[in-house]
């Protein structure tokens, strides 16, 4: 399996054997001298850039993907199959665009409504805040709940123009995953055989994470954030008021709750490719340490930061070591490295 590396001196890229995984190597521009990363750093350096090449530079890891949950079987018709692939691909270029744009409207959308949010709590509190702050009309618990309830519906509004390319995303990368169940087509490639062992062992928890976990993802950074801005009033108040000090206290106790969401939704499944001493590692114990209580709020926001990064790090891991067999499928089908339309 290539190993892609770049050029610290020259910024030159390019794919080096497996066999130079940890030791050092001449740049063949520059002469300089290149670290090659061990094999484990390798896999996970490979993942991210096949992940992002996969998507299109287009996906957002809170975005959930609707893939099947039981594991693609081979397909009886190998026309038929890369067809499907083809017709996946070309729907991903197509919706790339649209795709995109709602990303960008999520990125506006969604903090704002944290911050409407946070400026209701705080004017029910009984504290002024200015409304430029907060992107309000006017500094009142009115527009600010009218500011809440016009970003949250816009939020779900954006999050439903995300799913056609989520769904020709998840039609790709199953049927790609399932080609690698024909012989005729794993065995043509330089270790096809184990690229299937991997993507069996693997796929269980990118379909959960994708389908049950992803999505839950927004609601426990958006707690994160309004706690946050909760959290520097009381820092700047000299005597913070107990109804304050209660809301903050809410929010946090509102943030436990979504953690506990997830450990729930974590538990209902067995699949986890991680491996100890008693076996697989549940991914609940995976993700999710002993968190601290609402009145720690500070360590709480950042045990509950931690659990997303983890959530996302695995996330983005499994989907692209998936994608890196689904290339070499494509590849193996004669289909050339799908780029974005304008690229």
Known sequence: MPIDVECPACTSKFN????????????PKCRGSIP??????????????????????????????????????????LAEAKAEVIDARRDMQVLRGENLSALLRWNTVHPRA????????????????????????????AAAEAAVARWRESERRVISSLEPFAEALARRLAATVGLLERDDVAERGAGGPARRVEARAIYPTAAFLATQVA???????????????????????????????EAAYAVAQRLLGRIDDLRRSLGRTTASFIQDEDGPVPLARLFIPEMPAAEDVINLM???????????????????????SAEEVERLLGLPPLKAEED
């Open 302 to 324: 950042e045990a509950a930061d931690q659990v997303t990064d983890r959530i996302f790090t695995m996330y983005r891991h499994v989907l692209g070591r998936l994608a890196v």
């Open 114 to 141: 944290e911050k409407a949010e946070a400026a209701a709590l705080l004017l029910r509190a009984g504290l002024k805040i200015k409304a430029e702050e907060f992107e309000l009309d006017t500094p009142t618990l």
């Open 16 to 27: 080096l054997g497996e066999e130079h995984a940890g030791r050092r190597v001449k740049c």
């Open 215 to 245: 999505g839950q993802t927004p609601g426990v950074m958006s707690s994160i954030r309004v706690l946050a801005h909760l959290v520097l009033r009381i820092r700047d108040e000299k005597k913070p008021k107990e109804a304050l000090l």
């Open 36 to 77: 090659v990363p061990s094999t484990p750093e390798a896999d996970s350096i490979q993942a991210g850039i096949a992940f992002e090449k996969f998507t299109l530079d287009a996906m957002a890891l809170t975005q959930p993907l609707p893939l099947p949950a039981e594991y693609p079987p081979a397909p009886k018709d």
